[in-house]
C-alpha cells in the first residue's frame, strides 16, 4: 500500500526534463569587508549588515606517566595525563537608530 502511493507520488516528478547546472548562473560569493572601525578582526559578510569577530582558542596538554603519582590506576599501572580545553566566542556589532547594538557570547569547555 505505501509502495504504491510513493509509486504515484514519483511519477509526476520523473515525467520531468533534466536540466543541466550551468556553472555561469551561479551567484558569486564575495569577500567579507573589513569593519577597522569596530576593532581588528571584525568584518561585514553581508553588505550593510553587521560586523563580526569570531574567535577562539584550542588547548591540549599530554604528559608520560609518572608511577608514584596518585592518579594511578587500582592495579598501580601509571597512567599518563592527557587533558584539553577549547573556547569559541562570537561579536556582533552594528548601528541602529537608537545607537549601537552588540551581542557578544562564549562558549567553552575544559578538561
Known sequence: MILAAAALCAAPVAALPAHALDMRDLPIARAPEACPHEG?????????GP????????RAEAGTPVPARPGAGLDGAARGVVSGSGRIAIDTRTQTDYGPARAYIRLGTSH
Open 51 to 58: 560586523c563580526m569577530r569570531i574567535s577562539g582558542r584550542v
Open 40 to 48: 581588528p578582526g571584525f568584518t561585514r559578510v553581508v553588505p550593510g
